[in-house]
């Protein structure tokens, strides 16, 4: 994993970008496609913005229009001109950003969700159009709009790889999965159930298989069967490989306490408004005093593992995909994993509409599994305790909306374990042997 100091900033804060000058910007929007890339520009001092069109990934020649276009710009007002461009998240990733970001061209990377449309039941939709309307929204938020659109902040090509660990491994999980269940659904062809192909002695037991009848398996049937296990043994090899690496990572990340300072078998935090030293972070029990010293350069995903009831995938994800961020309260840490409420009131119609899932599904899905093994780890924490006191004698739907909030308030939780080793109240951390 990535070994980034605390607090963590890997990701550019759009609000602290320079101010744009409207007289003095040339203004561009990218659509991006498969075929074909569709450029609208509009250069200060003209009234209508300009359409171009270059052939799809071809980055020279989109740098080369640019160019073009700032220097008939900068003849026409007799000044310097600044290049601004603004594209979708999406496909291409963000290397077009980087791109322009190399060659001294400010670039931003919008949530494509968040820009408003028509709303009329056949609206007309072309490339041309959606870019236009990207235009306008990236004039709208250069004049200080800052509500017209949710912008993307690109992570760092180094944060962007770490975090390739966890989706290969989820990638490749599914893929065991997949052909495991084809493999048993071809034996049910036949009668045959309970035959579990992730074992070891799997082929053994494939040759041994019968009918109902006592007949052996077809030969073709056998041969594709066999074929079949071969790409699931090739998908259960490259996911350990993958695990392997993953726990090599974590391992790399985690910096030993001195002897002196071994954290105890259980160390609790009485309050949030632990202190932080500049050796360390010093985690203090109001309760009874036990103090515990965690590295300050310690990585997010070997501080995570700290905690009992975390283990490396589910370290390895928040670590990846959340918590390389610079989030600066809880609410962004909640909306980036779609955790945040969504409220619907309109006159005398007031109720919650649930989570709004518009955030990262990885976190989000992790930290629901996550709440429901914090319970079964954790019975003793605060988190735990305000759940009980909600739950109580409540089913289904109660449930439901508890364990959710659990998981916002969890992440939030071990976010500011993460940036400050501030323990969530009567949570247990796991032993560490001294040396």
Not at 20 to 40: C, K, N, R
Not at 50 to 57: D, L, M, N, P, Q
Not at 273 to 290: F, H, L
Request: hydrophobic fraction near 45%; charged fraction near 25%.
């Amino acid at each position: 994993m990535l070994h980034i100091e605390h607090p963590v900033r890997t990701a550019t804060r759009l609000d602290d970008a320079m101010p744009i000058a409207m007289d003095a910007t040339l203004f561009v929007a990218l659509e991006l496609s498969l075929s074909s890339w569709v450029i609208v520009a509009s250069a200060p001092g003209e009234n209508k913005a300009s359409k171009h069109g270059v052939a799809a990934c071809d980055g020279p020649v989109l740098l080369a229009l640019l160019d073009r276009l700032r220097l008939r710009a900068e003849q026409r007002c007799r000044r310097p001109v600044a290049v601004v461009v603004m594209q979708e998240a999406g496909r291409d990733g963000f290397w077009v950003h980087r791109l322009l970001e190399a060659h001294g061209v400010r670039s931003f990377v919008v949530d494509p969700s968040s820009i408003a449309v028509n709303r009329r039941s056949r609206r007309a939709k072309t490339d041309r159009i959606d870019a236009e309307a990207m235009l306008r929204t990236l004039m709208a938020w250069a004049r200080g709009e800052r509500q017209v659109c949710a912008m993307v902040r690109p992570p760092t090509p180094e944060a962007e790889d770490t975090r390739r660990i966890n989706r290969e491994r989820e990638a490749l999980l599914a893929e065991r999965i997949r052909h495991a269940n084809r493999i048993k659904g071809l034996l049910a062809t036949q009668g045959v159930f309970g035959f579990e192909p992730t074992l070891r002695d799997r082929r053994a037991r494939l040759a041994a298989v019968r009918t109902p009848e006592g007949a052996a398996l077809p030969p073709r049937l056998a041969a594709e069967i066999e074929r079949q296990m071969d790409r699931l043994e090739l998908a259960m090899q490259q996911l350990a490989a993958v695990e392997a690496a993953r726990d090599a990572a974590l391992a790399a990340e985690d910096v030993a306490s001195p002897p002196s300072a071994a954290i105890p078998h259980a160390v609790a935090c009485g309050t949030f408004g632990c202190s932080a030293q500049d050796a360390g972070t010093a985690v203090d029990d109001g309760a009874n005093g036990t103090a515990a010293s965690l590295p300050q350069h310690e990585g997010p995903g070997a501080r995570l593992l700290r905690l009992k009831g975390i283990g490396p995938e589910t370290a390895s994800v928040l670590a990846g995909e959340a918590f390389f961020r610079d989030f600066r309260n809880r609410r962004e840490v909640a909306s980036y994993a779609g955790l945040a409420p969504s409220p619907w009131q309109s006159g005398g119609v007031d109720h919650e509409q649930g989570i709004s899932k518009a955030g990262n599904a990885r976190v989000r899905k992790t930290m629901g599994q996550l709440a429901w093994l914090w319970l079964r780890n954790q019975p003793d924490s605060a988190l735990s305790a305000w759940y009980r006191d909600r739950v109580r004698d409540g089913r289904g739907r109660i449930k439901r909306i508890a364990i959710t909030a659990l998981a916002r308030k969890l992440l939030v939780a071990l976010w500011r374990f993460v940036t400050h080793g501030l323990v969530p109240t009567g949570a247990v951390l796991k032993p560490i042997k001294a040396g």
